[in-house]
């Protein structure tokens, strides 16, 4: 269900459904962001680092938390833009066949000066099947007030 300006306050949670990572996920990514480090894409040379086997890139994560929350409905036609993304961190690394799921703590909300749009400010908890954090970080979202998403009639 779409959520509108009005709709948010401070304290409410939301969570994603899941998904689990695959290998094409990590060929995919890889291929569009030419992010072709040897641990992401070399079996052999990954199996021989601290983590035995390759590890997903980081901003896959970041990445799969928006469509994640795009999966919930909440911002579906209330979302106008993106406004930043601020203190991410990595806690833990993303491997083909975790289960990530996204965690959205709704901190603040403000109306801006148009009085057509608001800022909702958002952190984010990534984490895979056994509840580990693996990225976190703050996501603000410019969305719109009730007001400003109904049509207007033309007499």
């Not at 948010?8 to 290998?23: C, D, H, I, L």
């Not at 409905?73 to 991410?88: K, N, Q, R, Y």
């Not at 148009?114 to 580990?132: D, H, I, M």
Request: glycine residues 10%.
């Amino acid at each position: 269900m779409t959520h509108y300006f009005e709709d948010f306050e401070p304290g409410q949670v939301f969570t994603t459904p899941g998904k689990t990572v695959t290998e094409t996920d990590l060929v995919m990514f890889t291929a569009l962001t030419n992010d072709n480090n040897q641990v992401h894409t070399d079996a052999e040379f990954a199996a021989s680092t601290r983590y035995g086997q390759r590890v997903v890139p980081g901003l896959f994560g970041a990445s799969l938390s928006l469509g994640l929350i795009a999966r919930t409905g909440v911002f579906e036609g209330s979302a106008v833009a993106l406004l930043g993304i601020d203190a991410w961190r990595f806690s833990a690394p993303v491997f083909i066949g975790d289960t990530l799921t996204c965690r959205v703590e709704i901190l603040g909300t403000r109306l801006t000066s148009s009085g057509t749009t608001a800022v909702v400010e958002r952190q984010l908890t990534l984490q895979n099947q056994r509840g580990e954090t693996v990225q976190s970080g703050r996501m603000d979202i410019l969305v719109l007030t009730r007001a400003a998403a109904l049509p207007t009639s033309s007499a």
